[in-house]
């Protein structure tokens, strides 16, 4: 199978590998840093393309992992997107975290075009990608759901098709909701703890065994207790999604009134020059609040 995949950044370059060691994928990749994409043609062999278009002609299915909105829009239906030189039925899989309403969008595109599309954010993190072990939330046709999966299999535990198209999206926003009360709800807990002056490592080793647990709390305990975050899931990209999140809550009335406040904390985090940080550093919030 040909494909082509655009976009390598801490999860679309292990996903792209993926794809090229388990799938045995003929593989044309873009990145626009075009050292990125040299380097992952030298570890996983393959091509890099000059354009995103460049990269879809003649795939049989084309990925992408970008930034956002306008980063897909521009690599879609572009000058030099990808729709532009897709065969008739190829295949387009979008990994990107991004509104339901660009997934509808361009499903609609897509099939204007003869072309299939599958909105498919992922969940698990830069480790989860790199392991293969990823969660994919798809929304869009059962046909084109039934040629997705057989590919998307090679870099997840776990996909379902959960709707048309953007139901993939919204579930994703689902995800972030919930984590975002959970890191939070860590980060007090971590800092009370602290603050009482107990074993936190001794108290997480216990209460994660109980109704507490979470995967936050396996993962990011240690990352809030050595105040050390420099790895995992950028707070600006959580306030990029939590964005999202709030977007759609205001279109179908749903409120969030947790998510808006720990949206609000990750702004703080920002101020404290953490945009970069991992998203484990809510937990900063209370430490810069102790100076004060």
């Known amino acids: 199978m040909r494909a082509a995949w655009i976009g390598l950044g801490v999860m679309g370059y292990p996903m792209a590998g993926h ?10 990749v873009y990145n626009r840093t075009g050292a990125k994409a040299a380097k992952w043609v030298e570890t996983f ?4 393309a000059v354009t995103p278009a460049a990269a879809a002609k003649d ?48 499903h609609a595109a897509a099939k204007a075009r003869g072309l299939g599309f599958v909105d498919a954010p992922v969940s698990g993190g830069q480790a989860g990608a790199e392991n293969g072990m990823l969660t994919v939330m798809c929304g869009g046709d059962e046909a084109d759901y039934a040629r997705a999966e057989p590919l998307i299999v090679h870099f997840s535990k776990m996909r379902k ?3 048309p198209a953007g139901s993939g999206q919204l579930a994703k926003m689902c995800n972030q909701i919930a984590i975002a009360g959970l890191v939070q709800g860590l980060a007090e807990a971590v800092n009370f703890g602290m603050k009482a002056g107990l074993d936190m490592e001794a108290v ?15 993962n990011r ?19 990029k999604d939590l964005g999202i999140c709030l977007d759609e809550s205001r279109r179908n009335g ?9 949206d609000q904390f990750y702004a703080e985090v920002q101020k404290l020059g953490g945009g970069r940080w991992d998203t484990s550093s809510l937990i900063a919030r209370f430490q810069n609040l102790d100076k004060k």
Do not use: Y
């Open 221 to 239: 305990h240690k990352t809030m207790i050595a105040g050390k975050f420099d790895f995992g899931f950028a707070a600006d990209w959580m306030r």
């Open 45 to 48: 062999k393959g091509r890099a």
């Open 161 to 163: 098709l959960l709707g």
């Open 19 to 28: 794809l090229v060691t388990r799938g045995s994928v003929d593989m044309t």
């Open 59 to 106: 795939a049989d299915v084309v990925f992408a992992c970008v930034g956002n909105d306008d980063d897909l829009r521009q690599v879609t239906i572009g000058s030099d997107g990808a729709f532009n030189s897709m065969k008739p039925g190829a295949l387009f899989i979008d990994h990107t975290t991004a509104s339901a309403s660009v997934a509808r969008e361009l």
């Open 254 to 262: 749903a409120p969030l009134p947790v998510t808006a406040l720990v």
């Open 204 to 218: 997480v080793d216990v209460i994660s065994k109980g109704a507490a647990g979470s995967w936050q709390m396996e």
